[in-house]
Each structure stands twice: as structure tokens, then as C-alpha cells.
């Protein structure tokens, strides 16, 4: 059962263009993340909003940005893509305080040519 | 440095028989504990966690897996696999803002 929902599912697209994945958590947490999944499935961490406030931004290039507008939703936009971007983006929730578990979205699989 | 290694990269099994997928962590104290499940095309799914008390912890599909301190490792073990265990399992471990990973185990399960 689906409670962290991603769009789109995947998307192609040409260097320096800018693009925008949405991630939305119908569970009620406090806490998102976006994660980078690479071609040999590592993850990698990107960013993390708390109360809509960013609490771990693991130095990635400028040209990424989380938004976010409550603390059912944070978007990712990536100004200008670079080929290396090409992956899978996840998106992550989880209460804070609580269990430290995390729910996964499906995913946006990104391909730049 | 905290760190999570899972030391195969891949494993290959028979159908029915028993599976051990390895994790090992490097935290000072005992971190939360967990395993995620990441079948093709889809997102990561918690198979189980570990915070305290009994060593094995029992999840979802027969999996479970068993803490131990002195070794500092979490492994997954399965009595009998299925071809659906085909997969990618991550371990990952949290002790305070964010989780850390494995680098996963790609399980395969042949006839």
C-alpha cells in the first residue's frame, strides 16, 4: 500500500534543462528526505526537511534544491542537468520522534541525454 | 566513522534453500538496526528493524534476523527461499539525524 507517492515516474530530458520531481506522504510524519540512487543501487543522501526546515543538505551541487510547502510534500528541482545526474530519485518520510523507520516512494528514474 | 558494510554484493541461492544475507556496523553504542527490501523498479520496503531486547527480530515475508553485539553485525537469514525473494536488500542503521546504508546484496533465487 502506497503512502509516499512520487511524480513522474520517470522522465527524459537534455543537459541544461531544468526539472522538477514532486514527492507527497499521506502518513502524517514530520520528516522527508531525497536520496540518489545510482546505476549500482547506492544510495546516497541529499537532502532532509524537518518542520520544513532543511536539517541535513549533504553537499550536493548547487543546481539541486528541495522545496517544500507543508510537511506532506518536498519537491526536488535540479536547475541545468548534468549527464551524471542521471538516476533514480527516492523520496523518504518518517516522524522524528518516533520509530526511526523510513517509507519509500517509488521512485523517479531520471535519464539526460 | 559510522558505517554499514555489507561485504556481498551478490548472492545466488536455489529455491528452498536457506538464505544469510551479511551486515556488519561500525557505531559507537548500538545504533537502531534495519532491513530494507528493493525489488526491480520500486522503492525500498522495511523488512524489519531492531531497537532492543530479544537479539532476533521476526519481519514480514519468514525473514528475520539476528543482532549481535560482540560481532557488531545484523544479519537476514531465511529458512526457505522463493523465486520472489529476488531482490535487492539494503541494511542500514540510525543513531541520530539520518539513516546510513548498506551498499546492498543482490539476491537471486534460481530454480
Known amino acids: 500500500e502506497t503512502a509516499v507517492f512520487q511524480t513522474p515516474n520517470y522522465h527524459v530530458t537534455q543537459v541544461g534543462n531544468e526539472v522538477s520531481f514532486n514527492c507527497k506522504q499521506t502518513?502524517?510524519?514530520?520528516?522527508m528526505y531525497w536520496y540518489k540512487q545510482d546505476s549500482k543501487k547506492l544510495l546516497k543522501i541529499m537532502f532532509s526537511y524537518n518542520n520544513k526546515q532543511l536539517i541535513v543538505n549533504e553537499t550536493v551541487p548547487r543546481r539541486f534544491s528541495p522545496q517544500s510547502s507543508d510537511k506532506a510534500h518536498l519537491n526536488l528541482r535540479i536547475k541545468s542537468v548534468e549527464p551524471e545526474d542521471s538516476a533514480v530519485y527516492l523520496c523518504?518520510?518518517?516522524?522524528?520522534?518516533?520509530?526511526?523507520?523510513?517509507?519509500f516512494g517509488p521512485g523517479t528514474r531520471l535519464t539526460v541525454l | 566513522a559510522q558505517s554499514v558494510t555489507q561485504p556481498d554484493a551478490r548472492v545466488t541461492v536455489s529455491e528452498g534453500a536457506s538464505l544469510q544475507l551479511r551486515c556488519k556496523y561500525s557505531y559507537s553504542g548500538t545504533p537502531y538496526l534495519f532491513w530494507y527490501v528493493q525489488y526491480q523498479r520500486q522503492g525500498l520496503q522495511l523488512l524489519l528493524k531492531y531497537y532492543s531486547g530479544d537479539p532476533v527480530v521476526q519481519g514480514v515475508n519468514g525473514f528475520e534476523a539476528e543482532f549481535s553485539k560482540s560481532d557488531s553485525s545484523f544479519h537476514l537469514r531465511k529458512a526457505s527461499v522463493h523465486w520472489s525473494d529476488s531482490a535487492v536488500y539494503f541494511c542500514a542503521a540510525n543513531s541520530g539525524t539520518y539513516q546510513r546504508f548498506g551498499t546492498g546484496t543482490k539476491l537471486q533465487v534460481v530454480p
Open positions: 502518513l502524517g510524519h514530520d520528516t
Open positions: 523518504a518520510s518518517r516522524n522524528w520522534g518516533g520509530a526511526r523507520e523510513q517509507y
